[in-house]
């Protein structure tokens, strides 16, 4: 005799990447931002360098401002020379634009 309840596993018919779920989850939850914000700063030995990283004390955003506290003078003047071209390293990095300004402190 068959059973009249028959399950499915609770798949959906159509199969999607794990990016794509992982994407969902980010949006669904509305942790986008925070991810954002997150993978920025796990990134920023990675873009700028050891050199930049060692001398950088503290990394905060808020909004689309990022703040960077130096401990180098002239590290801070020579970066102030290169703000719009680290903002576009770290926005090309995560490929969509979350930085719009940058302040170091």
């Given at each position: ?77 020579e970066l102030n020379l290169s703000k719009s071209k680290i903002i576009k390293l770290l926005n090309d990095d995560l490929g969509v634009e979350v ?7």
């Open positions: 005799m068959k059973s009249k309840y028959t399950y499915n596993g609770g798949r959906k018919s159509e199969t999607i990447s794990l990016k794509e779920c992982i994407d969902n989850l980010l949006d669904a939850y509305k942790l986008r931002g925070k991810y954002n914000e997150t993978h920025i700063i796990n990134s920023w030995e990675r873009i700028m360098g050891k050199a930049i990283a060692s001398r950088t004390t503290k990394l905060l955003i808020r909004g689309e401002k990022m703040y960077v506290e130096l401990n180098s003078a002239p590290l801070k003047q930085i719009k300004e940058i302040n170091f402190i």
